[in-house]
């Protein structure tokens, strides 16, 4: 089981779940974060911090939002596991699901 990140981060990145993730494993994408599957510990530090409430258990994760454990999953099937973001720094794509969205900012401006 792993946390998810879903539709509430998308243009917004908070950044205060990469704070507070002990193993680093909170990844940047272009217009969203992800939580690398492999490499969560499942501590749930990230979830209370999220401003938005984009951080779901895996279990918890609402129907409407379902789609983004695989787009967490498939967001790392290019980069493999890292084995933290510190290495990576900022990735400039995202998962196709985040991509295709408009603007967060937009669609609620």
Known sequence: MTYVIALPCVDVKDRAC??????????EGERSLYIH??????CGA?????PVEAIYYEDDLPDMW???YKANVEFFDEIGSPGGAAKTGMLDF?????????????AHG
């Open 18 to 27: 990469i704070d507070e993730c002990p193993v680093d494993c909170i990844y």
């Open 37 to 42: 599957p492999d490499e969560c510990v499942d």
């Open 46 to 50: 990230c979830e209370p911090v999220c």
């Open 66 to 68: 379902a789609d983004y």
């Open 94 to 106: 995202d998962h196709p699901l985040v991509a295709a969205l408009p603007t967060q900012v937009e």
